[in-house]
């Protein structure tokens, strides 16, 4: 069903049989047609605001402007050197590698055991499972604003309530030291919830005559979470690791009601950067190339992950 | 001990006599409690009288003599009906088109056989994988471009197809057997029609459960629109609140700001109570937000 099927090659001499090839492949484009009907629409905006947007980032990456006024000037790989010379940019990379790691892992746990103890559908469990669901449905800015509050020094929820507890009260936001970690509590509380519905799904999976088997002969709870329960949930574990990681590079609306990066660039995430380099300093080409290596490293990321689940499903 | 008994009825056999499983069921009760505790400061900060005082704002016990000052504030700081009436024309309108271009590419990808059909719907897929938050930058020219800044419009356009809603559809039109469609062939029915008369009535779960996911994702979009958007009447509920608490923030009238998040987000968390099973079952199938 490919254009590049044997029928459509040049291979014949005369004039007639290639004739008919041409007439052919004409007739099934005609047929074609309608189909192609059906799929122009979204076409369009695939190709407007998804494969011409990379393209455009791809070119807009090797030219630079002086002054946002000024020609365009091409400088080849110059925007990508400047970037990855630049330490706001490292930094940002850092601080978004510390923040996936820190909030994948914590948020996964905290998913996994919420499943496995909400697992059975009955009264409670339903209203638990909704009260971990709910900060999904709200938008990042409003648990920023609430958030915000929690880690107001002195006055604040945090401090009002467990800070007393503690020697000294950091600044959570102010500090370029806690900065990061308060806003990694946000994505953690936000998204640990999410996670649950996957590991919901996956139990289902679990067949409950292996798990009784199990358990008469002797297996315990670790047992039979470490060699039943978490050898099948392995396809989920891949699946939400790489929301979570999709969803660190792109959720930084907190980042920008609450901190701007700052203290100190400490919470500067690289969506962030890219969108300082675009609106603050109208610096198209680095921000192209700033996006450039943000997408060829998450692209990579879900090629591999989606060939490990792929090999899974093939292989022995 | 009881009440745990009574929870744990109908958990499986094998779980019933261990310790284990009922402390992980009780840190997830304790750790619910926790998650609930913003949603919880939020309605009571609220209703408190801005009288009780800064120091009092952290009491998670509410206030004896409840207000709705604070409301009425946030209500005259902000303009949220405008806002929420940007954010429903955004969501609306979005969904609207994206009804019709993936209803419409859905039923080429499940029904018809065509030329680069594999090549086609790898183009589909990738779409899934590159992130579209990504491309603010080039999008945002592009928006310029076509005279969009600052339209509702240009904030709507990018998401009016989506690959994922089209691998939905597609994969509810598979599931309808064609004998159903053979009998409106013979009647004369065109293409156009047999979607609309037997397709689309046949996969309304789908429909709502792709609504679903678009609203909420749109409803809560806050770096697109801030980015689209200059004239402060066009703003969302989103790029309206941060506004709105960067402006109470500076006078401490946290109250306010607690009624104003609680107006950007009760739409949303009531639908969601009312139509609960529906919405998670909607999370799962689709695993994008």
Redesign the interface.
Known sequence: MSLAEPAALPVATSAAPRLDVLKRLTTRLKASLPAYLLLLPSLIFLALFTYGAMGRVLVDALYQRATPKAPVRFVGLDNISAVLADPAFTGAVVNNLIYAVGTAIPSIALALLFALALSRTHAVSSALRAALFLPVLIPMVAASALFMFIFLPNVGLLDFYIGRLLPVLPNWLGDPDVALQAIMVITIWKNAGYYMLFFLAGLQAVPEDVMEAAHLDGAGPYMRLRHIILPELKPTFLFVTVIAILNAVTQVDHVFVMTQGGPSNSTSLVLFYIYQQAVEHYDVGKASAATLLTLAALMSLTALSFRTMANREGGP | MKLMER?Y???????RG?I??KL??L???L???V?????L??VV?TLRPASDG??A????MPSLKPTLDNIRDAWEIGDFPRYTLNTTIICAGILLVQF???T??G??FAR?????????FY??LM?L??????????????VARLGLYDTLTGVM??F????FG?FLMRQAFEAIPTELEDTALIDGAS?LQRIRHIYVPLSMPSFSAFAIISV?SH??D??WP??VINSPDKRP???G??VF?KTA?GTQA?GT??A??LM??AP??VT??IF?KR??SS??TS?I?
């Not at chain 2, 704002?57 to 998670?60: G, Q, R, S």
């Not at chain 2, 018809?112 to 086609?120: Q, R, Y």
């Open positions: 929870l009825k109908d958990a499986p056999l094998a779980t261990e284990t499983p992980g069921f840190l997830t009760v750790l619910a409690i998650w609930l505790i913003p949603f400061w939020m900060a800064i120091n704002m952290a009491e998670l019709v271009t993936i419409l590419a039923f080429a018809l056989a065509f030329v680069g059909k594999t090549l086609i183009l589909f779409q994988m590159l992130v579209p938050v990504l491309l603010i930058v080039p999008n945002l020219s592009l356009m990018p009016f197809a989506s690959a089209t293409l909420t409803w809560n806050f770096l801030l980015m509920l989103t790029v609140l941060s608490t923030e946290w700001i607690a104003g998040t950007v987000i949303l968390l969601f109570l609960q919405f998670i999370f799962v695993g937000k």
